[in-house]
T-cell receptor, first 109, second 112 residues
Framework: GMPVEQNPPALSLYEGADSGLRCNFSTTMKSVQWFQQNHRGRLITLFYLAQGTKENGRLKSTFNSKERYSTLHIKDAQLEDSGTYFCAAASSGSWQLIFGSGTQLTVMP | EAAVTQSPRNKVAVTGGKVTLSCNQTNNHNNMYWYRQDTGHGLRLIHYSYGAGSTEKGDIPDGYKASRPSQENFSLILELATPSQTSVYFC???????????FGEGSKLTVL
């Protein structure tokens, strides 16, 4: 299978709702990054994690290297959260990022 | 925020033609990267560079060349474009620290 499997491929939420995205890894990864691709197409780094959990405002991300997954949780979704979210992981012994296929998030009023 | 700018932002090319995608970064980063983004694949690394004069093959280098004439500029060259190279191409730069990667806004290439 794919080294990085990202789910769901698409997600629709109403404003104010909470939801989560997940990436599963087929092998042990040493770090993960989460990106948001904005309406102009640019990828912006949301989180970098080598372990544990980080929070930034309404976003929270967890990385469990041993269990081979990472999650991105969005709380109180806003219209401006719409976009495509990617996880990307680096395997042990490599710096190169392996990207998931993305989650297209639509937040509806 | 690091400034990474790509040109052209949109390009239509014919099969067999030569295409050059340019990338400029103004933050003195040593490392620069070219990715392509396709539905169902996320971003895949084509070529990268550690500094002026250096180019390295990424995961999918076939059909592409790269050039790093200076610290600021990194080009992706398609000598003989094919329809399978229709994609959105992203340039990124970084200073080598984990998590420090800055992307351009992408270049949409259509090869007819």
């Amino acid at each position: 299978g794919m080294p990085v499997e990202q789910n769901p491929p698409a997600l629709s939420l109403y404003e104010g709702a909470d939801s989560g995205l997940r990436c599963n890894f087929s092998t042990t990864m040493k770090s993960v990054q989460w990106f948001q691709q904005n309406h102009r197409g640019r990828l912006i780094t949301l989180f970098y994690l080598a372990q544990g959990t980080k929070e930034n405002g309404r976003l929270k991300s967890t990385f469990n290297s041993k269990e081979r997954y990472s999650t991105l949780h969005i709380k109180d979704a806003q219209l401006e959260d719409s976009g495509t979210y990617f996880c990307a992981a680096a395997s042990s012994g490599s710096w190169q990022l392996i990207f998931g296929s993305g989650t297209q998030l639509t937040v509806m009023p | 925020e690091a400034a990474v700018t790509q040109s052209p932002r949109n390009k239509v090319a014919v099969t067999g033609g030569k295409v050059t995608l340019s990338c400029n970064q103004t933050n003195n980063h040593n490392n620069m990267y070219w990715y392509r983004q396709d539905t169902g694949h996320g971003l895949r690394l084509i070529h990268y560079s550690y500094g002026a004069g250096s180019t390295e093959k990424g995961d999918i280098p076939d059909g592409y060349k790269a050039s790093r004439p200076s610290q600021e500029n990194f080009s992706l060259i398609l000598e003989l474009a094919t329809p399978s190279q229709t994609s959105v191409y992203f340039c990124a730069s970084g200073d080598g620290r984990p998590g420090q990667l800055y992307f351009g806004e992408g270049s949409k290439l259509t090869v007819l």
